[in-house]
């Protein structure tokens, strides 16, 4: 794999991360007044998602072999 490609890997991990946290936070405020039980529910799907692409390994492949 090239290191291009590494680089971009980890960016649209770290974009698809903040996006998951921001519409779980989202999710989560208006779950108090628009969506009681649904908003709560999909908030917390959405950050746990969030979670597994700013927190995901690399790929084994991207680093150099010794």
């Known amino acids: 794999m090239k290191r291009s490609d590494c680089y971009a890997a980890r ?4 974009i698809m991360g903040v996006f998951l946290m921001f519409l779980g936070v989202v999710l989560f405020f208006t779950g108090f007044s628009f969506l009681p039980v649904i908003g709560f529910f999909l908030a917390v799907i959405a950050i746990a998602s969030s979670g597994v692409f700013l927190f995901a390994p ?3 492949s991207c680093f150099l072999p010794r």
Do not use: C, L, Q
């Not at 960016?11 to 770290?14: E, M």
């Open 11 to 14: 960016v649209i991990n770290i």
């Open 58 to 60: 690399r790929d084994s």
